[in-house]
């Protein structure tokens, strides 16, 4: 095993663990975080549209966006990882999936922009809903 060949299994190895870690941790927070609306909502908990009562929720709400963001980036040093252990024939694939990995990273493609999912949501909503423009047509546009 060459020594690049190793560093790629300890890098790989810790990725994995991270990454599934950080999968549960967010999973557990979003699965927790109640329903604000739709039918799921608690009635006495429900926002009614335009949802300008969002604000006191933010927090809360998407605390289940930092785990999960730091999970892409560990699934994207995973996704290296594999592709560096793939045997010579299978490269091919291996850059595949990569590509695939950082397309899936990557939120605004129309800019080419490599922004995390969800990073514009964490940090939208809270200015947004102060501000009292819900209905902006400002808010919609890229």
């Not at 799921?40 to 966006?65: E, G, K, N």
């Not at 922004?115 to 423009?133: I, N």
Request: glycine letters at 8%; one cysteine or more; aromatic letters at 12%.
């Amino acid at each position: 095993m060459s020594e690049r060949a190793g560093l790629a299994d300890r890098i790989g190895f810790w990725a994995a663990i991270l990454t599934a870690a950080l999968a549960a941790v967010s999973f557990g927070v979003a699965v927790t975080t109640p329903p604000r609306s739709g039918p799921f909502a608690a009635p006495a908990s429900a926002i009614p549209y335009p949802y300008t009562t969002a604000a006191r929720f933010v927090p809360r709400d998407f605390l289940w966006m930092y785990p999960a963001l730091l999970m892409m980036v560990a699934f994207l040093v995973l996704a290296v990882c594999v592709r560096e252990r793939a045997a010579g024939g299978r490269k091919l694939f291996g850059a595949i999936g990569s590509s695939l990995a950082v397309a899936s990273f990557s939120q605004n493609h129309a800019r080419g922009a490599a922004e995390p999912d969800y990073a514009s949501t964490v940090r939208f909503p809270t200015g947004f809903y102060e501000l009292g423009s819900a209905d902006s047509p400002v808010a919609c546009s890229g």
